[in-house]
């Protein structure tokens, strides 16, 4: 158990610390990456038959855009996926968290601030998330 934990533990500092990098040219925020792992085929394929292929990758609209918190939510993620697939005899399924699910809607407003300078954050006041709407726009369902 002792060497499993271990192993765990240097694999997740191993992959953490990749991320750190966030180097352009190791790809780690692009559907290359992302969809290395089989349990994301369905997301990756989504996301290239959307409008967002031409202009975001997966981390533009998935990870925070400071590096610290950026790197640290991505290596948690990528990790705790990574083990979930390595545990769970059935098919893994990937879904957003909560936290997710508030990165994203502040990287909806980041990126489409200036159309929505007059509707504001559609999740304030017990309102829905952009892609509760939108969700055909970043993956086709």
């Known amino acids: 158990m002792k060497k499993l934990v271990l192993i765990v533990a240097i694999l997740s500092l191993s992959f953490g610390l990749l991320l750190l990098t966030k180097h352009p040219a190791l790809g780690l925020d692009g559907p290359v990456f992302c969809g290395s792992c089989h349990v994301m085929e369905e997301q990756v394929e989504t996301y290239l038959h959307s409008a967002h292929r031409l202009g975001t990758k997966c981390g533009d609209c998935h990870v925070p855009h400071s590096l610290v918190p950026g790197a640290i939510n991505k290596a948690y993620t990528g990790t705790k996926d990574f083990i979930g697939v390595l545990r769970d005899k059935d098919p893994y399924t990937i879904e957003v968290s909560p936290l997710g699910q508030d990165i994203i809607q502040e990287n909806c407003l980041r990126c ?22 939108h969700r055909d726009t970043p993956h086709l369902n």
Do not use: I, P, Y
């Open 112 to 133: 489409h601030g200036d159309l929505l300078h007059m509707v504001g954050d559609t999740k304030r006041d017990g309102g829905r998330f952009c892609f509760d709407c």
